[in-house]
């Protein structure tokens, strides 16, 4: 049988990891542009996306990890 409950949570997991590739990736191409003339305005945007995609990733990281040694019963730290 289909758990889809254990399927929903690890598509919310890819989903978190993918906000810090795409940050990457902007970053990467803003880097690019910036260094064949363009504004420095993308390389700074991208810097940006990243981080905050990276500080959402590992709060949603740590309150699943803080859930799941609530649920087990072990003591977190």
């Not at 399927?7 to 919310?12: E, G, L, S, V």
């Not at 990891?17 to 990736?25: H, K």
């Not at 940006?48 to 709060?59: G, K, P, Q, S, T």
Request: glycine letters at 12%; aromatic letters at 6%; hydrophobic letters at 55%.
């Amino acid at each position: 049988m289909v758990n889809l409950s254990r399927i929903a949570r690890r598509a919310d997991a890819l989903l978190d990891l993918m906000g810090p590739a795409v940050g990457g990736m902007l970053l990467a191409v803003g880097l690019g542009t910036y260094l064949s003339g363009g504004s420095v305005a993308w390389p700074v945007a991208g810097a940006a996306v990243l981080l905050i995609n990276v500080w959402v990733a590992w709060r949603r990281f740590a309150r699943r990890r803080e859930a799941a040694t609530s649920a087990t019963g072990l003591p977190s730290g």
